[in-house]
């Protein structure tokens, strides 16, 4: 099975539009099992299954994002869809340099952004308030990014981020909060699963 066709199925299977992927698909079935009444575990359950499909994170290192956000101020689901949302690649795909959070993640292992000047490969690497992203200098012809820039111009960036398309960088203003996060999560439920 191709890969496209793959994520379009567990999307499916999640009950995620492919449109929160990066995928501009539609999806002509119902959610899967949509008749079939789920317990209030196998809910929590596919919430959580469904932030870490959309974001792209192993259950290793969504449990240390859970602890992360848990251990914080503030409300823990909505400090952990900061946490996601702080990623690179997530960053890298909200300023429109990818066309889905999985090609994003590619690009960052490339080493094909620096931060602050910096150049890093880690996806999972938390930006910070200030911070500037950039595509480097020797990456700025990579057809990647070019055709994500000119298909993704539409795509609106979060008031979150600062994007400045001529040079290929963008800076984050301040981190995102629960009503900048456009994803059909329902953090509570993965929150209440983790505390069981």
């Known amino acids: 099975m191709s890969d496209n066709k793959h994520i379009l199925k567990r999307s499916r299977a999640l009950g995620i539009e492919p449109g929160f992927l990066g995928y501009n698909k539609k999806s002509r079935r119902n959610p899967s099992n949509s008749n079939r009444k789920v317990s209030e575990y196998g809910l929590q359950l596919r919430e959580k299954q469904k932030t870490k499909f959309i974001y792209g994170v192993q259950e290793k290192q969504f449990?240390?994002?859970?602890?992360?956000?848990?251990?914080?101020?503030?409300?823990?689901?909505?400090?952990?869809?900061?946490?996601?949302?702080?990623?690179?690649?997530n960053v890298v795909y909200r300023l429109g340099y990818a066309s889905t959070r999985r090609q994003a993640r590619m690009l960052v292992t490339h080493a094909?952004?620096?931060?602050?000047?910096?150049?890093?490969?880690?996806?999972?690497?938390?930006?910070?308030?200030?911070?500037?992203?950039?595509?480097?200098?020797?990456?700025?012809?990579?057809?990647?990014?070019?055709?994500?820039?000119?298909?993704?111009?539409?795509?609106?960036?979060?008031?979150?981020?600062?994007k400045d398309a001529d040079k290929l960088s963008g800076k984050v203003i301040r981190l995102a909060a629960?009503?900048?996060?456009?994803?059909?999560?329902?953090?509570?439920?993965?929150?209440?699963?983790?505390?069981?």
Do not use: C
Not at 178 to 196: A, G, K, W
């Open 63 to 89: 449990r240390k994002y859970f602890e992360m956000a848990n251990n914080a101020k503030g409300k823990t689901g909505d400090n952990l869809l900061q946490l996601l949302e702080s990623r690179l690649d």
């Open 112 to 162: 094909a952004f620096e931060v602050n000047g910096q150049k890093v490969d880690v996806p999972s690497f938390l930006v910070k308030a200030g911070d500037v992203i950039s595509v480097r200098e020797s990456k700025k012809d990579n057809g990647a990014i070019k055709a994500a820039v000119e298909t993704e111009a539409a795509r609106p960036v979060p008031a979150w981020l600062e």
């Open 178 to 196: 629960r009503e900048d996060i456009d994803l059909p999560v329902e953090e509570h439920l993965i929150v209440e699963l983790y505390s069981r």
